[in-house]
């Protein structure tokens, strides 16, 4: 080694490693105590131990950045990968690989357009899965039993809504307090939102209306109603819901999801309960609207049954002319009764001056029966001298009987060989046969019989059954029965 090299190197300090790497770690932490780095998160990684590792770009370099587990819960947001933020921090060397990094304990949102473009982000996705859709919003109740309040325990807000409502229909309120900024705030919201649906074996404790509110404030303040598990919770949640947070002018997701919006809490309020003054003065003037409508019917229906009573004939009158008019026939009876009786005498006394005398009467029937009687004494008088000349008769017929006798017997001989010569047995013996139908009647021709029609054919040995065949051309001529 040279002169000139041993007097350059004696001019250089020289380091061990360890002190090297001390310098810089030193000349870095005493130089960067606390610094704000503005960058877009990106590597984000979480371990099991709670620490959180990450880094921040921009387009000319990257810084990697760590977030302690005890910093982690005060950060004040959540940290995502593609997120522009400003890390609030100082910047530590790790001597081991010789690299450096930010040590995170604060962090927040780099500007409102990060913070929008984010929120649009989550707005298109939650519109494409149907959340925002009118059709799944559910009716508020007009006046519900009980109320949740999901809202935080400190501030302007509760006090408001309690006011709003004990002032307009005291309904009870069921108030869930919860963070509604901050680290943890969405968590909260979340939870109280889910937990209000079930409460295991306390069905009275679940409300018919659910309001979720906060006060106004900044973009950043009011994340946590933009956080995607809040607004899941609130489309799955089977109770109503109204948002009211911030101001009328602040807008955010949980709107969107929710089944009512309201411009502020007091607003909400006022949707939540109807007021019970105007309810009231409705109900009063609704009954007096009844009221005068019945009154109206009822005079309608006294002035019809007027009209029918005054169609009605008076009974009085009535009366009177039924009792005149019995009067007036009682006294045509009187007069009819006897001009009657001398109607009928004088009819009477027409049909006696018409009948013979009874004198007469008798006179014609005794002598009827002195004619009848000479009649029957010559009757029996004549019947005895017959009965004289038939005993003397006899004693001479005694002779002539066998004689007699004899010539009736030939005539009935006679008469037998008349009656057998025109027997139908006769007939029958010489090869005829008789024709019957069903009901016995003899059949003596062949046309209007119906096919198939039964007969009985009866010869001098016996009867047999048939049928008639159809006539055909041929039957027709020659007349054949089929049997």
């Known amino acids: 080694m040279s002169e000139n090299d041993q007097s350059a190197g004696g001019n250089v300090p020289e380091y061990?490693?360890?002190?090297?790497?001390?310098?810089?770690?030193?000349?870095?932490?005493?130089?960067?105590?606390?610094?704000?780095?503005?960058?877009?998160?990106?590597?984000?990684?979480?371990?099991?131990?709670?620490?959180?590792?990450?880094?921040?770009?921009?387009?000319?370099g990257k810084i990697s950045g760590v977030i302690w587990r005890g910093s982690v819960s005060r950060l004040g947001m959540a940290p995502e990968n593609g997120i522009e933020v400003i890390a609030t921090g100082r910047v530590s060397a790790y001597g081991d690989r010789s690299s450096y990094q930010l040590v995170i304990d604060q962090m927040s949102f780099a500007g409102e357009g990060a913070l929008l473009a984010k929120i649009e982000k989550l707005?298109?996705?939650?519109?494409?899965?149907?959340?925002?859709?009118?059709?799944?919003?559910?009716?508020?109740?007009?006046?519900?039993?009980?109320?949740?309040?999901?809202?935080?325990?400190?501030?302007?807000?509760?006090?408001?809504?309690?006011?709003?409502?004990?002032?307009?229909?005291?309904?009870?309120?069921?108030?869930?307090?919860?963070?509604?900024?901050g680290e943890g705030a969405a968590a909260q919201i979340t939870a109280a939102i889910e937990g209000f649906s079930r409460v295991p074996g306390r069905p009275d404790l679940i409300p018919d209306l659910l309001i979720v509110a906060r006060g106004g404030g900044s973009l950043e303040d009011l994340m946590a109603f933009n956080d995607e598990t809040v607004l899941r919770a609130v489309a799955a949640c089977p109770i109503p819901l109204i948002s009211a947070v911030g101001h009328e002018t602040d807008t955010t997701l949980i709107d969107y999801v929710s089944d009512q919006r309201?411009?502020?809490?007091?607003?909400?309020?006022?949707?939540?309960?109807?007021?019970?003054?105007?309810?009231?003065?409705?109900?009063?003037?609704?009954?007096?609207?009844?009221?005068?409508?019945?009154?109206r019917q009822l005079q309608v229906a006294r002035a019809r049954a007027d009209q029918v009573i005054a169609r009605l004939p008076d009974l009085p009158t009535l009366l009177e002319t039924a009792r005149f008019r019995l009067d007036e026939r009682g006294q045509r009876l009187e007069l009819a009764l006897p001009m009657v009786a001398s109607r009928a005498r004088q009819r009477l006394m027409g049909l006696e001056g018409r009948l013979p005398s009874a004198a007469h009467f008798l006179g014609q029937k005794q002598a009827g029966l002195g004619l009848a009687s000479a009649a029957?004494?010559?009757?029996?008088?004549?019947?005895?001298?017959?009965?004289?000349?038939?005993?003397?008769?006899?004693?001479?017929?005694?002779?002539?009987?066998?004689?007699?006798?004899?010539?009736?017997?030939?005539?009935?001989?006679g008469i037998a060989g008349r009656l057998e010569a025109v027997s139908p047995e006769a007939v029958l013996a010489r090869g005829y046969a008789l024709v019957q139908d069903s009901r016995?009647?003899?059949?003596?021709?062949?046309?209007?019989?119906?096919?198939?029609?039964?007969?009985?054919?009866?010869?001098?040995?016996?009867?047999?059954?048939?049928?008639?065949?159809?006539?055909?051309?041929?039957?027709?001529?020659?007349?054949?029965?089929?049997?």
């Open 262 to 295: 309201a411009p502020t809490p007091t607003a909400a309020a006022e949707m939540a309960v109807p007021l019970r003054s105007e309810m009231v003065a409705d109900l009063a003037h609704r009954g007096a609207r009844l009221a005068g409508a019945l009154s």
């Open 123 to 181: 707005r298109q996705k939650l519109l494409a899965e149907g959340l925002f859709d009118a059709e799944r919003k559910k009716k508020i109740p007009f006046l519900p039993r009980l109320i949740g309040l999901v809202t935080s325990s400190r501030g302007a807000v509760l006090h408001d809504i309690l006011t709003t409502l004990s002032r307009r229909f005291p309904r009870s309120v069921l108030v869930w307090p919860v963070a509604v900024q």
């Open 440 to 483: 016995g009647k003899p059949v003596t021709t062949a046309s209007g019989r119906p096919r198939g029609g039964a007969i009985s054919l009866r010869f001098a040995d016996g009867a047999r059954q048939g049928r008639l065949d159809p006539l055909g051309t041929e039957q027709e001529e020659q007349g054949t029965l089929g049997l």
């Open 16 to 60: 061990s490693v360890s002190e090297i790497s001390g310098a810089i770690k030193r000349t870095l932490e005493g130089g960067f105590a606390r610094v704000r780095v503005r960058g877009e998160i990106t590597e984000l990684k979480r371990y099991p131990s709670g620490h959180v590792y990450l880094s921040l770009k921009d387009q000319g």
């Open 376 to 413: 029957l004494s010559s009757g029996i008088r004549h019947r005895m001298q017959r009965e004289r000349a038939g005993f003397a008769h006899a004693r001479l017929g005694t002779e002539s009987f066998t004689a007699r006798l004899g010539l009736d017997h030939a005539r009935l001989a």
